[in-house]
Every structure is written in structure tokens, then in C-alpha cells.
């Protein structure tokens, strides 16, 4: 085998893999909107009734103590922080993505609008001069005693 039929083989296969990465990210959006639009507020109830109850059968308030208490309160805390952080960042990337889709739109209706582009800081807010006061007797005494 020469080596531009190597050559031909390898775009090949980078094209089938593109395309087969492709069709993952498409069936990967249509999953993720199906299961989000599967979980109706009843399903959540429901299904929070059901673990709850297979929860409270298995009986784990024996082996719960003090540390134990914490511990599980450290850890249901650390998941919903991550889990909010996780929503937060899908936010922002459905943010992105919306801000990428409109932003030619925007700059071609900025272009033909004819507006002066305002200043972002006003020029005057660096022309305040700085005033140095000394402080009252009292701040400066708790100011040595904190050192």
C-alpha cells in the first residue's frame, strides 16, 4: 500500500469519526431535553415518596449519631452545591451559545444604526482629586491595639 492510499484511508476515517461525533452530540441534546422534559413535578413527588420510603424501611436512624448527623449534612450540602454550580454552568453555556447565535445580527444592526458609542467609564470619575484624612484618635488607637 503506497502511502497516498494511507493518506486516503486516514481523511477517511477522520471524516466518519467527525461524522460519527456529530451524531453523538445530536443524540445526546435530544436525550437531554427528554429527560428533563420527563420529569413532571408529579414524577418528582413520586419518586421522592418512593425513596423516601425505601429509605425510612431500611431503618438507618440506629447507626445515625452525632458525627454521623454531620456528616451526612456536610455531605447532602456539598452535593447541591455541586449540583447548582453544574445548572449554573449549563446556564452559561446556553447563554454563550444564544450570545454567539445573535451577536451578528446585533453588530450588523450596530453597524447601520449610526450611534455614538458612549464611553464606558465618564472622564470626570479620574479628575476627582484624592483626599488623605487623618484618623480620629480613637480609630487610630484600636487600629495599634488590633496589630
Known sequence: MNFEALQRR??????????????????WQILKSA????????????AGGVTGFLVGRSEPLR????????????SISGMIASLQAAAAAEQAEEAAESAEATAPDAQAQGDD?????EPLV??????????????RPAE????????
Open 10 to 27: 486516514v481523511e477517511r476515517a477522520e471524516r466518519l469519526v467527525e461524522g460519527r461525533a456529530e451524531e453523538a452530540r445530536g443524540q
Open 140 to 147: 487610630a488607637a484600636t487600629e495599634l491595639s488590633e496589630r
Open 63 to 74: 447507626a445515625m449519631t452525632g458525627a454521623r448527623w454531620l456528616q451526612m449534612v456536610g
Open 113 to 117: 444604526s449610526g450611534y455614538a458609542e
Open 122 to 135: 465618564d472622564e470626570r470619575f479620574d479628575e476627582d482629586p484624592v483626599t488623605a484624612v487623618q484618623p
Open 35 to 46: 429527560w428533563r422534559q420527563g420529569w413532571t413535578p408529579l414524577r418528582i413527588v413520586v
